[in-house]
């Protein structure tokens, strides 16, 4: 809690599909809650998938291009901030 803002720190939320193409460009958006349930676009955050990593834009966008098949863990973390839940996405 911050006494300064008066809120908590933000909780991370990944937005995507389920699935992907190998090769193939796969957007992911990243939006951070306050503790009013206000969501907003969070940059630089570190977006995993599959051994690959990026950082977010100021949109909150991070774009890959999986290279490999299979079920990959797609995650987000920023410093300060609540982690996303991970989420499975099945690359074809």
């Given at each position: 809690?911050?006494?300064?803002?008066?809120?908590?720190?933000?909780?991370?939320?990944?937005?995507?599909?389920a699935s992907?193409?190998?090769?193939?460009?796969?957007?992911?958006?990243?939006?951070?809650?306050?503790?009013?349930?206000r969501g907003?676009?969070?940059?630089?955050?570190?977006?995993?998938?599959?051994?690959?990593t990026a950082?977010?834009?100021?949109?909150?966008?991070?774009?890959?291009?999986?290279?490999?098949?299979?079920?990959?863990?797609?995650?987000?973390?920023?410093?300060?901030?609540?982690?996303?839940?991970?989420?499975?996405?099945?690359?074809?």
């Amino acid at each position: 809690y911050k006494k300064s803002t008066g809120s908590c720190q933000r909780t991370l939320r990944l937005i995507s599909k389920a699935s992907a193409r190998k090769g193939k460009t796969y957007k992911v958006k990243v939006v951070g809650y306050d503790n009013s349930k206000r969501g907003r676009a969070i940059r630089k955050v570190r977006v995993s998938l599959g051994g690959q990593t990026a950082l977010t834009d100021n949109k909150g966008r991070a774009v890959f291009k999986p290279r490999q098949k299979g079920k990959l863990k797609l995650t987000a973390s920023r410093g300060g901030m609540v982690s996303a839940f991970p989420v499975q996405v099945k690359v074809m």
